[in-house]
């Protein structure tokens, strides 16, 4: 459904993105995953042309997305970053708005949005402005869909909001993907990874792995412990410059390390208690985000 050929963007002497290659299979929930300015949105704008790339093409079903921009426009739902809806119209306004520029009606189509835009209907003569994150957030994809899109790209839909909201709309994702459309979504939460049937990790412009959740976490090969003490920033120093420890990162209230070989272990034991007496170390079950900061440091080293 989607390709992405090669694809370079700078912005004066910032890498935006650099030589990336991704597809997104048709009916597929495909996850987009990295921090802040890891270039997300940047591939984001040049999939619906709102951009356009240096370097490379970008293919959307089968046609090149800036020699057929009409075709891409008029088949893509698109939901920014941001907020990006007339905040003075109402709901309903906004609905029909959108409506109205893809030549459809909300009656037309109100089977596409019924599921999500009920939750909101009750609202539908109060100002956009004036709705809560997770309102807003229902409003924008019911615009995002009014039209029937082939695609649906969502640019960190989640960010801000509670998370309840969060639940709530990943489910709604979920029913949207088992109807047959295809999802592109970005985030960077790193738990709503496993929630995608495919991820592409993304750090400084490049694509670092592309897979299943599962799969992603069955490729790391390190023994990896959990460490909890008294002192936790005091512990995250020492074990840094710990021999034997590949990385030390912390992860709420412990520090996730991961080590070159388990035979390590007695040795580095011996070294956490004589740190810290009230220190405590066990083996975990590595997850994407592990996996995030384990292929960082190795892209760092090269």
Request: glycine share 8%.
């Amino acid at each position: 459904m989607v390709e992405f050929q090669n694809i370079s963007k700078n912005y004066g002497q910032i890498i935006g993105v650099e030589h990336v290659c991704l597809k997104v299979n048709p009916g597929e929930l495909f996850g987009l995953i990295g921090p802040d300015g890891a270039g997300k949105t940047t591939l984001f704008r040049m999939l619906t042309t709102l951009l356009l790339p240096d370097k490379g093409t970008i293919k959307f079903d089968g046609k090149d997305v800036v020699e057929q921009y009409r075709f891409m426009r008029e088949n893509v739902g698109y939901m920014p970053g941001t907020f990006s809806l007339y905040q003075d119209l109402t709901v309903e306004e906004n609905l029909n708005f959108f409506a109205t520029l893809f030549g459809t009606t909300i009656k037309k189509n109100y089977a596409l949005i019924k599921e999500i835009y009920q939750h909101i209907e009750p609202y539908k003569n109060r100002r956009a402005g004036d709705l809560s994150g997770g309102m807003k957030q229902k409003l924008a994809l019911s615009c995002a869909l009014i039209h029937k899109p082939l695609l649906l790209v969502l640019d960190e839909p989640t960010t801000g909001v509670d998370a309840v909201s969060r639940k709530e709309f990943w489910d709604m994702l979920k029913r949207l993907k088992e109807d047959g459309l295809t999802i592109l979504v970005s985030t960077a939460y790193m738990d709503e990874a496993s929630l995608c049937d495919r991820v592409a990790l993304i750090q400084d412009g490049k694509i670092m792995k592309v897979d299943t959740p599962a799969g992603i976490i069955n490729q790391f090969d390190k023994p990896l412990y959990a460490v909890t003490g008294d002192n936790t920033q005091r512990l995250l120093k020492f074990l840094r410059v710990t021999p034997h420890i590949v990385s030390a990162q912390p992860f709420g209230e412990s520090i996730h390390i991961s080590m070159s070989d388990v035979q390590h272990l007695p040795v580095v034991e011996k070294a956490i208690s004589g740190q810290d007496n009230a220190a405590r170390i066990s083996k975990i079950t590595p997850t994407i985000e592990d996996c995030f900061m384990d292929l960082m440091l190795l892209q760092n080293e090269q």
